[in-house]
Each structure stands twice: as structure tokens, then as C-alpha cells.
């Protein structure tokens, strides 16, 4: 029996996507390709809400946020980190020679818009990147709020990681300003990992003339360029069996589950977990910035000083065929993480905190 995944990814895939995965190869430069490759855009362009260019890469989402802040930076980027992911971004400009200076919150704490203007009021940067969730410390950052101060700033490109959220929470691209979104396959759109999807303006498309040495496999502008030349074909042989699954997938969302609905899903799931963590631990993060996609819980049982032991944990749930995540970076061991991404629904929640309870003997 499979193991039911409570990580934050990859997640679990349903039967008929895992299914689709198995159909025959097409010619990647057939019309078929191209014409899934469309169907692909078009409800991406839903689930984002923008109009903007949509581009995918066979890579994880780590492909695209390389190539997005070598592809935009032709002065400086800041570089605005949450955790774990947002250190990432600033370590992909360091090892690619981008000049960028990268600006930490405490853990468990957000980016504020504070920070941000006080960031770009020095005019010395022409990129922003923001985490939108970050499933290391469990925050979901106020986008909305940096939104505004960023109508301040409108030559700065501002760059967005949401891997872990996209698909799982409510992220209105266009409304909100933002010039490059990324996410992949394998979080709330619960795909197998290997693909990444990016969201990307004129705005930002512009900016990449302005940079002359973007890469080759990620540089954006060039992805985008192909599209328009080769009608939604890409440089390279993309993973055509992911993108089967995707095209499937986002058809499901859209036409069957509905975008709106599937949002409300991941809240009602994320509520339930928060108050489920308040009866027996703590959840970890400022409470006024919670993931809706994951929870990070802290591995202190109420009225305990000791630590639980997360590997022990997993070992009792793997014999349930359950699995949640440990803590991450400097977490490790001193939260836990469950996720209720994808396909997860609330009779699933109920089964990971009531199995929580059962191994660990809290009742």
C-alpha cells in the first residue's frame, strides 16, 4: 500500500493523473504538442489569474527562479528572504555573478512592505524577489501589502516564489503587479515533481534585453521568444508525459473542482490543522502570516518541555502508510510540518492528527 503523503512535496497524485503519465510519446514539435501546450497556457492563465506569458520548464521550480533573477537583474536585486527557499534565491544570484544583497526576517516572521520600501527607496535595485510561501518557517507573506508599495517602484521587476502555493491559495498575478510567478508540478498542483511554470509580464520580458548574459537553458526571454516562433513549443524536448498529466490536471481544477473551490478546500483544511496544533503543540510562525498550504508545527507536546522525536514519529506513522514532514534548515527537529496541499481534503487531515495523537500517546 502506497504511503499517503503529508510533506511538503511531493504530494499525492491521484490514480487517472498517474495514469495519463502513460500515454504514448508524441513528436514534440507535432501540432498535438503544441495544441496541449496552449490548453496548458490558457488554464495556467486561470488558476494565476493573468494574462501574461506562461512558460514551463522541465526542472524544478528552482530552474525558473535561476533563470528569472539572472534574466532580470541588469543592476542589483534584493533579495527578500523568509527561510530556507528565500536563501536559496540569493545563493542562485551569488553563484551566477548577479549583484544582490538579500534582506532576512527573523524566522517565523514575514516580509513587511516596510522593508521593501526601505529597500527600494535607495534606488539601488531594479529586482525584488519575495517568497510567497515559505515552507520552511510556515509564513505566507502579505503580497497584497507589499503590492502597494510596489506601485511606488514600477521599473523595479518584482519576482515571486510560489511553489508551495500556487494552485493551493488565491494569488491574483495581474491585480497584484507581480512581473514573474513561479511554481511546479509537484506542491498544490499535486503532480509529480519535474516540471516548472512561470507567469511573466511585458514588463519583465522587456527587461531581459537589457541583460546580456541570461544563460541558455533558462534564460526567459528566449522561452519566450520560442513559444511565439514555434507556436507553444519549446527550445529543448520538454517532459511530454508531465505535461499530459498537467493539461488533465488543470482541466480538473478548472472545469470540474473549480479554482474558487479548491482554495476554499486548502483554507478549510489549513483551519482545521491550526486549531488540531493549538489543542496539542503550538503552531510555529507569527500566526498572523499561516501557510494555506502547510502548517509548521512546534515539536514541544503542551505542558512538556521535551521534544518529541520526529524520526520516531514518522516510523510509527509509516506503519499507518503515513508520513509528515520534519522540520527544515535550522527547524530540523524542533518542528514538524504537515502539509494539506493538492488533493488533500479534510477527512485526510482528520486521519494525520488523529494517528499524531495515537503513535505519540496524547490522549
Known amino acids: 500500500m502506497a504511503i499517503k503523503l503529508f510533506i511538503p512535496g511531493p504530494t499525492v497524485v491521484s490514480e487517472d493523473i498517474l ?48 533563470g528569472a533573477i539572472r534574466s532580470c537583474t541588469a ?59 515559505e515552507t520552511s518557517s510556515g509564513i505566507q507573506n502579505p503580497v497584497e501589502e507589499i ?60 527587461r531581459t534585453a537589457e541583460v546580456p548574459t541570461r544563460g541558455l537553458y533558462f534564460d526567459l526571454r528566449t522561452l519566450w521568444d520560442f513559444i511565439d516562433k514555434k507556436n507553444y513549443q519549446y527550445t529543448s524536448t520538454p517532459c511530454l508525459s508531465l505535461m ?25 483544511c489549513a483551519e482545521f490543522t491550526r486549531a488540531w496544533a493549538d489543542e496539542y503543540f503550538r503552531v510555529y510562525p507569527n500566526r498572523k502570516y499561516l501557510s494555506k498550504t502547510l502548517t509548521v508545527i512546534d515539536a514541544h507536546p503542551k505542558g512538556c518541555s521535551e521534544l518529541i522525536s520526529i524520526p520516531e514519529l514518522n516510523k510509527g506513522l509509516a506503519e499507518l502508510n503515513m508520513q509528515l514532514g520534519n522540520g527544515y534548515g535550522g527547524l530540523k ?15 485526510d487531515m482528520k486521519e494525520i492528527t488523529s494517528a499524531v495523537v495515537d503513535v505519540l500517546k496524547l490522549k
Open 19 to 66: 495514469a495519463e503519465m502513460s500515454l504514448p510519446m508524441i513528436g514534440h514539435r507535432s501540432k498535438k504538442a503544441s495544441e496541449i501546450q496552449k490548453r496548458i497556457s490558457d488554464n495556467m492563465q486561470k488558476v494565476l489569474y493573468t494574462d501574461n506569458r506562461i512558460l514551463l520548464s522541465t526542472s524544478s521550480g528552482s530552474g525558473l527562479m535561476e
Open 75 to 133: 543592476k542589483r536585486a534584493a533579495v527578500f528572504s523568509v527561510g530556507a527557499f528565500g536563501d536559496k534565491w540569493y545563493k542562485m544570484a551569488v553563484a551566477n555573478g548577479v549583484p544582490a544583497d538579500k534582506f532576512s526576517s527573523e524566522m517565523g516572521e514575514p516580509t513587511t512592505p516596510e522593508m521593501v520600501d526601505a529597500a527600494l527607496s535607495t534606488g539601488k535595485y531594479d529586482v525584488i524577489t519575495v517568497t510567497h510561501n
Open 147 to 206: 503590492a502597494e508599495v510596489m506601485k511606488k517602484y514600477p521599473d523595479v521587476v518584482w519576482l515571486v516564489d510560489a511553489v508551495s502555493s500556487a494552485a493551493g491559495s488565491k494569488i491574483e498575478t495581474d491585480k497584484l503587479g507581480i512581473d514573474v510567478l513561479i511554481t511546479s508540478t509537484q506542491k498544490a498542483l499535486a503532480l509529480p515533481p519535474g516540471l516548472a511554470i512561470c507567469a511573466m509580464s511585458q514588463k519583465a520580458y522587456e
Open 244 to 268: 499530459y498529466a498537467l493539461d488533465k490536471q488543470l482541466q480538473h481544477i478548472v472545469n470540474e473542482e473549480g479554482i474558487e473551490a479548491r482554495f476554499a478546500r486548502h483554507e478549510q
Open 333 to 347: 527537529d524542533k518542528t514538524f510540518r504537515i502539509a494539506h496541499m493538492g488533493e488533500l481534503c479534510m477527512d
